[in-house]
C-alpha cells in the first residue's frame, strides 16, 4: 500500500518535493523506532504530509471551505499555512485514511498545537531535520531529536518562529501556543545558537 502511496504523490508534487516526503518518511520512522511509536503510522504520515504542498490556492481555498472549515486571519493571509490543512482533507476525503493520529499528524506538521501526541511531535520533526534540510543549526537539531524529543521540539519551534521574525511574517498562534506549552511542562532546554543577528536581537 505504501508504494501505491508514493506513485500518487509522486504524480501530485515536483521531484523535489517528492525527494522531501520521502526523506521525512524515512526520518520519521528512525524516530519512531527510538522513541517506541508506530513505525508504519510514521512512515505514512511523513510520506504523506505535504500532498497538497504544491495545489494551486484556489484548489486549498476550495477544499477548505467545502468542508466547512474557517480560516482565521491569520491564516488567510499565511498560504504556508493552508498545505496542512488540506492536506489533512485530502487523506482523509480521497485516500479514505480514517486513522485520527496520521491524519492530525499531518494537519499539525506546520504549526504544531497544544498537547501533541508522540506520532505528531514525530512529523514535526522530521519535517525540519530531513536528510534534504540544509540550515545553520541542523547538525545540533539532529543530534537533539535523537536524545530528547520534547527538548526536539522547543528548538524546531523556537527556530520556526526565531524565522518568521527575521522575515516579517505572520505566526500562527498555534505556533505560539505550542510552544508555551512545552516551556511550561518541560522548561526551557533549547541551548540553540539564535539564527537572528545581534542587531536584530
Known sequence: ?????????????????????????????????????????????????????????????????????????????????????????????????????????????TTGRENMTLLEKIIFIADSISEDRKYENIKFIRKVAFEDINESMICCLRLSIENLVFKSKLIAEETFNTYNAMLIKYGAKCQLRSVLSDEVR
Do not use: C
Open 1 to 109: 500500500m505504501l508504494e501505491e502511496y508514493k506513485k500518487i504523490i509522486k504524480k501530485k508534487m515536483s521531484e523535489k518535493r517528492y525527494i522531501h516526503s520521502v526523506n521525512v518518511s524515512n526520518m520519521a520512522v528512525k524516530l519512531a523506532k527510538k522513541y517506541g511509536a508506530d513505525e508504519l503510522k510514521a512512515e505514512l504520515a511523513g510520506l504523506l504530509h505535504d500532498i497538497t504542498k504544491e495545489m494551486p490556492d484556489e484548489y486549498h481555498l476550495k477544499l477548505i471551505k467545502n468542508s466547512g472549515i474557517k480560516l482565521n486571519a491569520i491564516e488567510k493571509r499565511s498560504k504556508k499555512l493552508w498545505h496542512s490543512i488540506s492536506g489533512a482533507l485530502f487523506i482523509q476525503k480521497e485516500l479514505h485514511i480514517s486513522d485520527e493520529e496520521i491524519i492530525n499528524a499531518v494537519r499539525y506538521h
